[in-house]
């Protein structure tokens, strides 16, 4: 019979204090409400580089463990990130000036986290304010400039964020 691991020993919720590519450092986590719905899959924190302050969005493979169909998890979790991550680079390339910037991707390994060791992230420029639809299946950051952005949401060809039934203009 294998031990009961919390979810915060797992490798997402230790990234506090490390140095990560690029130059960025872990310098605070993010405490989400109780009531949140948004990130189940993910745990955010701040990072820093160079006094510059940004979003750290981490793959959280915690929750695959406790589900019946690991392999479907994970596969759905992965295309899920590798899906945001493919869309939000190619409106940097298209200069999508209205959607929330990556500022970078990347790959950590935490020794000694029980489970899987390597933990995906994502950062991104630090939003003003962030709100969620009703349903929470969508994640919308309020950026500097006052624009929208999408986060694991579907970008439309008309410049929407669709997601929760209901359409956001960026």
């Known amino acids: 019979m ?4 919390a979810r915060e020993d797992y490798a997402a919720h230790r990234l506090l204090g ?3 590519d690029g130059g960025w450092r872990v310098v605070e986590k993010v405490v989400r409400p109780p009531d949140a719905t948004g990130e189940n899959f993910s745990v955010g924190y701040v990072v820093e580089r160079d006094g510059e302050r940004a979003h750290l969005k981490a793959l959280d493979f915690s929750f695959a463990f406790t589900q019946t169909d690991f392999t479907r998890v994970i596969e759905d979790m992965t295309a899920a990130f590798n899906f945001e991550r493919d ?7 298209s200069r999508m000036d209205r959607v929330v910037l990556a500022l970078a991707h990347g790959q950590v390994i935490v020794e000694g986290a029980p489970g899987i060791p390597q933990v995906s992230y994502l950062i991104f420029e630090k939003a003003d304010a962030m709100f969620e639809g009703s349903s929470g ?10 624009s929208y952005g999408c986060s694991t949401t579907r970008l439309s060809a008309s410049r929407k964020c669709t997601g929760a039934g209901w359409p956001i203009k960026i």
Do not use: K, M, Q
């Open 87 to 93: 869309i939000l680079g190619r409106c940097a390339l």
């Open 137 to 146: 299946a969508a994640s919308t950051r309020l950026t500097r400039n006052g």
């Open 2 to 5: 294998s031990a009961v691991v």
């Open 18 to 20: 490390l140095e990560l």
